[in-house]
């Protein structure tokens, strides 16, 4: 079974936590990874950096350009996580806009994926419509995980539609926004969670932008099987050493 | 071979709707709305009204005499640069405005690189009384004040985008940062034939009023509705797409389309998509666009800041990779010159994204009987200081 359908059956609530390869420094990746696992996280979201992140609000912007001038690339990112999984067991899903897997060659990006022990993809630029006409069999012949996301505007329809195409779990956008954008969850949210869960889909739900610190993390989980933090921890290991993580997981659980 | 899109909204294997969820619903509604609104006969009579009585369309079809005599054809200049707000891109920003009011938006937002889309989108907005956010690249703002200060008289806010090289591509990601932070009341008014479908169809559509009237002028002054070519400057390529349209079946009609040279294709400083581009993904649609190896965007170069895009329509990509359109580079030096040229002999004091399709002579001969069309998509007037600039004026 994929790590992340392990992870999902476990019983509790998820943290996941993203953050940018090659930032803040090149060779910082592998690090990070392995202290995040130490730290406590369930599941971690490794962005591979592109010049045009449209999703993105300024902190992932920032950190995605830092990265790529570093001298991040694709083949970089799977040179760095070449030995990964003889020290990491926790599940590892890679992030990325579609250009750049798609000039690595889609097939040729799963085949390293799968090599690596990469369990998952999240790719915010590949609909879902395309993906399930055109890449879903490479994925499955690889083994590998593809997440889509759901907003509060997308029609119920949609989210059964997406829902059946998922085969990990479904990344539920927090509100309408890029990454990074609010602090508090309103009424809105909270009402939208509760929407969602009502649905009783088959996939778990993680919800991520803007989940910044407990009070957000805890909401987020009320409803749904866990969180991702992305733009907090970017802030957090721009300015705290790696050895630090801890005390960053430490505030939100 | 089909040029027109095809229901999935791709032109061959060029197009589509590469887009992330948030933006999902307001690019479906559109997708499921844009055709049955503009066949509303309500929605064409005040489209039409408004080209004709606030545009000033039709642009004339100009013989331009002395011009042929120099390159021995028959050459007519299709007159945009006489469009109100100096270009062609009134045409489709009447249009989205219009469409705008009919989905319900109440608010209107845009991307620019020189400013023109800007004006026509600001200008419309005027006109209709609706909330108008124009992105620029802040690095756009310091060269193109003077349209900078249009977009303001005309009551729109310019937010400077930051990001990234802080050019045309970083205002147009900033705008879709907006849109889908704006999910429910906005419209992206998106100002070429670019962007996820059906942005390059709706915009091809409301730009074809260009083809449709050289049928019937060429018709009263040549007694034929097909000319042997129609040649325009290509950026993301939305007056070419319109120059072309009703042409784009008929194999008589040779298709020319003249890209940026910038310094020279291999300079480093060029915006040549088709010479340099590869297939990729870039502001939502699967096009030819100028990349790394990585599949990084990078940034173009061209003197003309409308030109200055690394992608090229999706359209266009498919007119390129099928052989159906003739394609040319124009450098900087060559474009300037015959933008001095067209001024000295015919009295018209062309864009510089024009003057590169003016430039077509350079790479290609006529015959003496051949009709010759080129878009003459927008005036000089934005580009006075880059005239003045190079030729010491």
Request: hydrophobic content about 25%.
């Given at each position: 079974m994929n790590r992340i359908n392990q992870k999902l059956e476990e019983d509790k609530k998820l943290l996941s936590i993203y953050f940018t390869a090659?930032?803040?420094?090149?060779?910082d990746t592998v690090p990070i990874i392995e202290k995040l696992q130490e730290s406590g996280v369930d599941l971690l979201e490794i962005g591979l950096p592109f010049?045009?992140?449209?999703?993105?609000?300024?902190t992932i912007q920032k950190s995605s350009t830092q990265a790529l001038k570093n001298g991040m690339t694709t083949e970089k990112l799977f040179e760095q996580l070449k030995n990964i999984r003889k020290t990491v067991h926790i599940p590892l899903i890679i992030m990325g806009y579609f250009n750049p897997i798609l000039q690595y060659g889609v097939e040729n990006f799963c085949k390293k994926c799968s090599e690596i022990g990469v369990d998952g993809l999240i790719i915010p630029d590949l609909p879902a419509d395309v993906f399930h006409d055109e890449y879903k069999a490479i994925f499955e012949k690889y083994g590998l995980i593809n997440v889509f996301l759901i907003t509060p505007q997308t029609s119920e329809e949609r989210v059964r539609f997406i829902d059946k195409v998922s085969n990990g779990f479904i990344y539920m956008v927090?509100?309408?926004?890029?990454?990074?954008?609010?602090n508090t969850f309103g009424d809105i949210q909270t009402d939208y969670f509760k929407r969602i869960a009502h649905m009783n889909l088959n996939a778990p739900q993680i919800v991520g932008f803007g989940i910044s610190n407990k009070e957000t993390f805890n909401s987020a989980t009320q409803h749904a099987k866990g969180a991702i933090i992305g733009s907090a921890f970017i802030k957090f290991i721009k300015e705290h050493?790696?050895?630090?993580?801890d005390v960053f997981v430490k505030t939100i659980r | 071979m089909s040029y027109n899109i095809n229901n999935k909204g791709y032109y061959g294997e060029f197009g589509g709707a590469y887009i992330p969820e948030m933006l999902y619903p307001n690019v479906e509604e559109l997708r499921q709305n844009y055709l049955k609104v503009m066949a509303e006969p309500e929605f064409q009579n005040e489209f039409q009204q408004l080209l004709k009585d606030?545009?000033?369309?039709?642009?004339p079809l100009y013989f331009a005499e002395r011009l042929s005599e120099e390159y021995g054809a028959k050459i007519y200049l299709?007159?945009?640069?006489?469009n109100h707000t100096g270009a062609h891109k009134i045409n489709n920003t009447i249009g989205q405005i219009l469409m705008a009011q009919r989905l319900g938006k109440n608010r209107i937002i845009a991307e620019t690189g020189a400013g023109q889309h800007g004006v026509a989108t600001a200008t419309v907005c005027a006109l209709m009384g609706i909330e108008c956010v124009v992105y620029m690249g802040e690095i756009d703002i310091a060269r193109q004040a003077p349209n900078v200060a249009r977009m303001k008289m005309l009551g729109a806010e310019v937010r400077p985008?930051?990001?990234?090289?802080?050019t045309l591509k970083d205002a147009t990601n900033e705008a879709i940062r907006d849109w889908i932070n704006n999910p429910v009341d906005t419209h992206y008014i998106i100002g070429?034939?670019?962007?996820?479908?059906p942005y390059p169809d709706m915009v091809t559509r409301f730009q074809s009023i260009i083809s449709e009237e050289i049928k019937w002028q060429l018709k009263e002054k040549e007694?034929?509705?097909?000319?042997d070519y129609v040649i325009a400057c290509i950026g993301g390529g939305s007056n070419a797409a319109g120059a072309y349209y009703h042409f784009l079946?008929?194999?008589?009609v040779g298709i020319v389309a003249i890209e940026a040279a910038g310094k020279?294709?291999?300079?480093?400083?060029?915006?040549?998509t088709s010479v340099l581009g590869k297939e990729g993904i870039i502001h939502g649609c699967k096009t030819l666009l100028m990349q790394t190896d990585d599949g990084q965007i990078t940034e173009p170069y061209s003197i003309s800041a409308g030109l200055d895009y690394p992608g090229v329509g999706p359209l266009h990509a498919h007119l390129y990779r099928s052989g159906r359109g003739e394609f040319y580079s124009i450098t900087d030096d060559d474009a300037m010159k015959a933008g001095l040229e067209l001024s000295k002999t015919e009295g018209i004091i062309p864009a510089i994204e024009s003057a590169h399709a003016l430039a077509v002579f350079k790479h290609k001969t006529f015959k003496e009987n051949d009709v010759v069309v080129i878009n003459?998509?927008?005036?000089g007037d934005k580009d006075l200081n880059t005239y003045i600039d190079y030729f010491n004026l």
């Open positions: 090659g930032y803040p420094q090149l060779e010049s045009d992140p449209l999703a993105d609000g300024p927090s509100s309408a926004s890029v990454t990074g954008a609010k050493p790696i050895e630090d993580i | 606030y545009v000033g369309r039709p642009s299709k007159r945009e640069d006489l985008a930051l990001s990234g090289s802080r070429s034939a670019i962007g996820p479908h007694g034929r509705e097909n000319p079946d008929n194999p008589d020279g294709i291999n300079s480093g400083e060029s915006a040549a003459l998509s927008g005036r």
